[in-house]
């Protein structure tokens, strides 16, 4: 039975989707005529294997830990778990999986990325499920390889591009309601015309702006 082959050639945000998406162009290649494929695929984060500056490292102490104690542990982020169901090809297919890009600091994979200042990010994707071939004995299926995987260098800008699309120059925070009634209350006492300068009146002047993916 044919061993299939998977590679990543790029990542690009999904255009006109309700929600932040970015999509992995993924290319599939068998030595045989493939049926179709119900296809999982794990992507993950290598965070251990880029280099951080001390900027970072205080932003990313939070999730990780002072730095001191860094090297204990993997560092590897869960972004993502997708299915696709691959249809029929010969030689190679194409197919784009998707991965959701959010402003919620609680989940991890965002957290992690909107504290860093650019450059690129290692992830990892995995993949298995199963194959379905045709064979002179009819329909055989078979598991595809626990080996299988590929990996990326992955622009930080590009995943803030897709932030941007939807949400330009805006970030998420999620607040008790009673803290969020008292906020209220003193933008309406105050007359500010929007929470940003409420927030902004209680954290008094800034020395500068900054269109980073972290406030």
């Known amino acids: 039975m044919a061993k299939l082959q998977f590679s990543i050639a790029g990542a690009a945000p999904v255009a006109y989707a309700a929600s932040p998406l970015l999509a992995l162009d993924v290319r599939v290649s068998s030595s045989e005529q493939v049926e179709s494929v119900l296809l999982r695929t794990s992507v993950r984060i290598e965070a251990g294997a880029r280099a951080t500056t001390p ?11 002072d730095k001191s104690l860094w090297s204990r542990g993997s560092r590897s982020l869960l972004w993502a778990q997708v299915v696709n169901v691959v ?17 919620d600091l609680a989940a991890v994979a965002s957290k992690y990325l909107r504290a860093l200042d650019g450059g690129t990010v290692p992830i990892r994707a ?3 499920g199963t194959a379905f071939f045709r064979t002179e004995h009819g329909l055989s299926a078979a598991p595809i390889a ?11 800008a590009t995943f803030l591009e897709v932030l941007d699309q939807h949400f330009p120059d805006t970030a ?3 607040m008790r309601r009673d803290v969020y ?7 309406v006492e105050r007359g500010l015309p929007s929470f940003d300068h409420a927030i902004e009146a209680l954290l008094g002047p800034r020395a500068s702006r900054t269109k980073r993916g972290v406030a």
């Open 181 to 187: 009634n008292r906020l209220e209350a003193l933008r």
């Open 172 to 174: 998420v925070m999620t």
């Open 55 to 65: 900027a970072e490292d205080g932003r990313l102490k939070e999730l990780f830990g």
């Open 87 to 103: 249809s029929a090809f010969a030689g190679q297919t194409d197919l784009s999986v998707t991965l959701p890009c959010s402003f």
């Open 126 to 128: 995995q993949f298995s």
């Open 146 to 156: 626990m080996d299988c995987e590929a990996e990326l260098e992955l622009p930080v």
